[in-house]
């Protein structure tokens, strides 16, 4: 039983100096092209732009000016709190109200303003937010 014992203290010495002995240290050097950073650096603004240019927005109607009126002094009255825009796409005016990041958040407020508008719906944009 001793003579075990000794035995695998031994082993363990020996494999635990062997993994030491054996171990490396190492440089690693990098060449790397300058222009790889600007690469990636305009990588970098093209996403930051993307992400600040697309949102979520709420199109509460799409057709003639005078509806398109009402809808917005609707909104307006019943949604104080949410900015409603009325703009003109050829050829018809749309209402739409908010701008979300968040497309959960947006949807979240397409299910309140449901209430008044049931064809509401939600849409991805692309352009400045204001």
Excluded: W
Excluded at 79 to 108: C, D, M, W
Excluded at 116 to 130: E, V
């Amino acid at each position: 039983m001793k003579n075990n014992s000794c035995r695998l203290l031994c082993l363990l010495i020996l494999f635990g100096t062997i993994d030491f002995v054996h171990s490396q240290e190492g440089i690693i050097k990098v060449k790397q092209d300058l222009k790889l950073d600007s690469l990636i650096l305009k990588k970098n603004e093209l996403d930051r732009n993307r992400y600040l240019n697309n949102y979520f927005t709420l199109q509460l109607y799409y057709g003639n000016l005078d509806m398109a009126e009402k809808v917005l002094k609707i909104s307006n009255e019943k949604y104080p709190h949410i900015k409603v825009e009325l703009s003109f796409e050829t050829p018809n005016y749309k209402v739409q109200a908010g701008r979300f990041k968040n497309k959960i958040k947006g949807l979240k407020t397409l299910d309140t303003l449901k209430k008044f508008f049931p064809s509401a719906f939600l849409l991805k944009r692309k352009g400045s937010l204001k």
